[in-house]
């Protein structure tokens, strides 16, 4: 069974400063994880994804994320907090074997301080 | 771009009625999800369906059905809502075992 943990239910940072939110994951199966961030009223969207290529991933806005397969985690950055960033965002994973399934982890809202 | 469109984004209902929660969505895709949001527990996914007139149950299944009669359809019915089904629900759609989910804006529904 795959699981996802997310280390935090609310980080808080100043404008400007570096932004981590952690996530570990669990899976029996090369995983694909992804990155969504839900803004206030809306749905999620997706940040961004791995899928077994490189292991640094790029996403948007300023965003991306390391697999490290050693330590089964899949942790969010971003150099440089914006006031725009404060959204709640959810760590998730999916593999070819789990049957269509994403699980995601409880989220991280993210505030940022002016 | 892919568009998933969701009935209402706002319902207040009695325990005991009847719900219907509808998503829609216009990219072809096979995969469709019905997702529950609630705070602390992320989202947990409730039924999902990967072909017209195929459903399969989710992690919390129990007290909701799902219909898809239609490829780009897909409802969500609680046959008689509780209060503790209040919560936000979300319809997603994606393409394939891991390709990325797109999700509707959500509906917000309150049973008193």
């Known amino acids: 069974a795959q699981s996802v943990t997310q280390l935090g239910s609310h980080v808080s940072v100043s404008e400007g400063a570096l932004v981590l939110l952690r996530c570990n994951y669990s899976?029996?199966?090369?995983?694909?994880l992804f990155w969504y961030v839900q803004y206030p009223n809306q749905g999620l969207q997706l940040l961004l994804k791995y899928t077994s290529a490189a292991t640094l991933v790029k996403g948007i806005n300023g965003f991306e994320a390391e697999f490290k397969k050693s330590e089964t985690s899949f942790h969010l950055t971003k150099p440089s907090a914006h006031m725009s960033d404060a959204a709640e965002y959810f760590c998730?994973?999916?593999?070819?074997?789990?049957?269509?399934?994403?699980?995601f982890g409880a989220g991280t809202r993210l505030f940022v301080k002016a | 771009d892919v568009k998933v469109t969701q009935s209402s984004r706002y319902l207040v209902k009695r325990t005991g009625e009847k719900v219907f929660l509808e998503c829609v969505q216009d990219m072809d895709h096979e995969n469709m999800f019905w997702y529950r949001q609630d705070p602390g527990l992320g989202l947990r996914l409730i039924y999902f369906?990967?072909?017209?007139?195929?459903?399969e149950k989710g992690d919390i299944p129990e007290g909701y059905s799902v219909s898809r009669e239609k490829k780009e359809r897909f409802s969500l019915i609680l046959e008689s809502a509780s209060t503790n089904q209040t919560s936000m629900y979300l319809c997603?759609?994606?393409?394939?075992?891991?390709?990325?989910?797109?999700f509707g804006e959500g509906s917000r529904l309150t049973v008193l």
């Open positions: 998730a994973v999916s593999s070819n074997t789990g049957g269509f399934k994403t699980i």
């Open positions: 899976s029996s199966v090369p995983p694909y």
């Open positions: 369906s990967y072909d017209v007139k195929m459903k």
């Open positions: 997603a759609t994606n393409q394939g075992y891991t390709g990325e989910l797109f």
